[in-house]
Antibody, heavy 124, light 111 residues
Framework: QVQLQESGPGLVKPSQTLSLTCSVSSGSIRSGAYYWSWFRQHPGKGLEWIAYMSYSGDNYYSPSLKSRLIISVDTSNNLFSLTMSSVTAADTAVYYC????????????????WGQGTLVTVSS | QSALTQPASVSGSPGQSITISCTGASSDIGGYNYVSWYQQHPGKAPKVIIYDVSNRPSGVSNRFSGSKSGNTASLTISGLQAEDEGDYYCSSYTNTLAFVLFGGGTKVTVV
């Protein structure tokens, strides 16, 4: 059963770049049936989609964050990553990675499983 | 303000049934059968309980069921149990550049 595990810095200073990694185990990232995805949840708030990417390189970003994001897939190490530049306190959140599943279209319609999440705090 | 609208809270007694609504638009819920529901317990990651409107992933209790009418999707929990307490989020594909929408979440309390 595939498992995902996020890793991140925990604390990032304002204006710096945040880098997150999601390791995929017990399954290959090389599948056309999935999109590798990032979400976040601000403290006490709801879920927000950030970005997703296929292993072959098709990537999609949340319009509100797009200018600050880069998502990438590393098939050699079976992991995918997210980079977010120019972070502010508003980027403080728990960040989750998840596998997006294509049902019968070109985009994932549901997400399973999810990683346990990693808390990122933006503060000087 | 979330793109999909859910009630902030719903409560019920053990054994009862409750229904959570999720209202969107023709560009998302109304136009596609791509609604999913996620259960989240405090401090835990979300877990999918319904996908593509009414399908249950393997291992999810059949007490959870989903449906859709027009621009509104619904999640019903029957035979409510204490372990069902938590937050529930609806999600939908959208044909806008947003791609993935979520509701604001509904807190389920078993009283």
């Amino acid at each position: 059963q595939v498992q995902l595990q996020e890793s991140g810095p925990g604390l990032v200073k304002p204006s710096q770049t945040l880098s997150l990694t999601c390791s995929v185990s017990s399954g290959s990232i090389r599948s056309g049936a999935y999109y590798w995805s990032w979400f976040r949840q601000h403290p006490g708030k709801g879920l927000e989609w950030i970005a997703y990417m296929s292993y072959s390189g098709d990537n999609y970003y949340s319009p509100s964050l797009k200018s600050r994001l880069i998502i990438s897939v590393d098939t050699s190490n079976n992991l995918f990553s997210l980079t977010m530049s120019s972070v502010t306190a508003a980027d403080t959140a728990v960040y989750y990675c998840a596998r997006g599943i294509l049902t019968d279209g070109n985009y994932p319609t549901w997400f399973d499983p999810w990683g346990q999440g990693t808390l990122v705090t933006v503060s000087s | 303000q979330s793109a999909l609208t859910q009630p902030a809270s719903v409560s019920g007694s053990p054994g009862q049934s409750i229904t959570i609504s999720c209202t969107g638009a023709s560009s998302d819920i109304g136009g596609y059968n791509y609604v999913s529901w996620y259960q989240q317990h405090p401090g835990k990651a979300p877990k999918v309980i319904i996908y593509d409107v009414s399908n249950r992933p393997s291992g999810v209790s059949n007490r959870f069921s989903g449906s859709k009418s027009g621009n509104t999707a619904s999640l019903t929990i029957s035979g409510l149990q204490a372990e069902d307490e938590g937050d529930y989020y609806c999600s939908s594909y959208t044909n806008t550049l947003a791609f993935v929408l979520f509701g604001g979440g509904t807190k389920v309390t078993v009283v």
